[in-house]
């Protein structure tokens, strides 16, 4: 009955559909124009990035440093190395925090006439629970900024720190840096000026009732008092209601937590090794971090960076491209509340330098992950010019972006090596980045297929570049 | 993702965020740079698209041409573009198809073992209904191509055009345009070679149960036979159930739509103009389309498009902002199924030529709301290096793409007066849009607020640069 005839394009259309893209291809000989659009096609066509990433967050789900998912998700992450064909895989141990946040996170704002408005928290992560776990009280303190705390006597307060994010900022990770002390520090801050425990406005551009938590860090000299993470909705009725005048007698706070340190368990960084041809003494690190926050998925932080490593090293394979330099592909451990990964990472990399290996270069994701925008690197002028030299190259791919920035917190201790390594981050695009960071909506439900995959694509094609074109030893 | 550390910037910050953005500036002597970072921080600060939106989406709804709610939107979007201060606004009436999709459109496979599976199908814009609006029933052909058909008998078939969308191709726009001719062409194919209906597999990269509507085209010598959009889950199984030989009798599909065609009424393109200092009788254009499919809300297509014009006109004139030119705010009407708002609008151009006014450039807003990337533009050499001569004023809002290609379907009649003006359209980042484009889920909560106003800014950043650079009479 049917008697197909296919015009020309249509049917290398199909060819390229149907067939594995540049399987088995002598890759050392084809142009770097050819080599990224072999790299793109082989993601776009037959990617795994995206099942690697549902395996990640469902059947593993959150992974905080020191819990058992945490353990689960190393061996996944080996196996998953080993399956792909790295020559070794091993894991890297590395003593972590055991931070849980147990299971109740409470909060309530009390007014003078006598309502009461329930608040969404939860806790920022190290921190210490509320006495005894039991409820705190007291008024309310609302500031904007740390350093009000230095002229101010807070005295059996709670306070709230509510400055937004800037959304003036075009960047959202600058938005996000911009508002990051009130996490980071306002505990200590809080404590010195006579506190009692601290509410963080959530680090997001959304307005919703979500708690977005990260990491607080306590000041040695300080008093180590509860911090919660609050949603912005709930901080600005807080804020707006503080500043009304209409509450004379105040507003009151209670707070319950129940999240404990438990001190520190051994894990691990787990490594993938691809033996170079030429130079097998010089490295290449691409990397993500395996942990992530204890709430949602941790789907867009930093499961991404996972998958992209992962789908970097199948993908390298699959077109048949054979490395000069020795690939490590890298799953940090405790990027989020510590980066004791990362430093031991460099640790070690510095013992290797000592034995004759060279770290000539590291890229990490741990931005997201949305459609790729380009990279930043941080890098000598040499390095940077590099990287950019490969502009016309990527611009197909709609990646512009060759900025100077902090290339990933992983593998920034490697700046430490000398001679330096040319550092590079992914960058995603931002915008919807931080509304769902660190919140329960980092989910495998929010991260897109075909822009998972093109940051995918980016990480492969800058390690194939790297590899092909960093000065010969 | 790491925190940026930005030193000192943080009182500035707050006073940013408290004081109007730039209102009342004279904003003839500032610097391009500056008037573009008023341009976005007022937007983002004091932004109106993302409710005028949700005003267009839920309030009016969807607004195919003809429709009455075609013509609320029509009153709503000149009452808006009063209130935001244009010095005239009016209705340039355009005839427009009154085309409606009726409230039945059904279809069922049927397979040689006897079991059967509902199909998600919608009828194509301007499809015939079937036969006295009842069953047609015939076996079920599956073809990739159109000129498949050439050789190929399908009397008294249902053809199924089966063609994905390239994944392989960067540019969604592009892989859209490579399917296209299914859509628009399948129809008529397959009445030549003898077919009593048609589905076309949706344009979308997505592999989901949503039909995704859109525009055919009937040859004028080939008889009208019924066609609809079918979900590509479901043409993915129909083409795989009918490649795999295991239904030897073959595969019988059944459909039944009663949309219906009402010949044309009068509705038209809404025009606001805000005259010109220096040079009032050139004109700069900026628009969108007010139509929308009739499923979903039109949210990104191109309901984005509307509250960007809307927006632009706004922020103009909140920063200060005096056009030497006469600037034309216009929400053309009839983009979807004939584009007659488009070209009446070239028509009257066309006649304003004559007396003495000049269409020097128009700016069209109308691939979505997501974030934007750049501009496209249609012009001779001069206007498209005019504009990339903005790429450094520009880059700090992660706008790089400078491109050549179609600005926009509406604004596209206007490369027809002489001289040509030049052409501009926005391109926002199209990774996700046809998964939404044409179908139930283009809705008001799958445009993300930030995004929305990045392209607004964008959108009036542009018309701005235009009005200050354009070549004096």
Known sequence: MQKMKIAGVASLLGAVLLSPVGLAQDHTAVSDSALVRDLFSEVLAHGEAHDNL????????HRLSGSPSADRAILWGQSVMDAYGADTTYIMPVEVPAWTRGDVAEATASFSDGTTLPLHVTALGG????PQQEWIE?????????DALDTLDATGHIVLFNRPMDPLLINTGAAYGGAFDQRGGGASAAAKAGAIGVLVRSLTHALDTLPHTGSLRYKDDVERIPAAAISTVDASSLAQAHASGSHPEGIRVRLRMNCQD???VEQGNVVGEWTGSQYPEEIITLGGHLDSWDIGE??????SGVVHTLEALR??????????????????????????????????????HEQGLRHVAAMESDAGGFVPRGVRMDALDAGVDLVRSWAGTLEPYNLHYFGRGGAGVDIGPLKALTPRPLLVGLVPDGQRYFDLHHSSQDVWENVHKRELELGAATCASIVALLDRHLPTP
Not at 54 to 61: F, H, N, S, W
Not at 138 to 143: A, F, S
Not at 298 to 303: N, Q, R, T
């Open 54 to 61: 549902r395996t990640l967050c469902k059947d593993i789900g």
């Open 127 to 130: 921190s210490v629970p509320t």
């Open 138 to 146: 007291g008024p309310l303190l609302v500031v904007r900024h740390l």
């Open 262 to 264: 438990l001190g520190t």
């Open 298 to 303: 941790g789907a867009h932080d930093d499961g």
């Open 315 to 352: 993908a390298l394979k699959a077109v048949g491209f054979e490395p000069q330099r020795t690939l490590r592909f890298v799953l940090f451990i405790n990027e989020e509340n510590g980066n004791r990964g990362g430093k031991m990472y460099a640790k070690i990399a510095a013992e290797e």
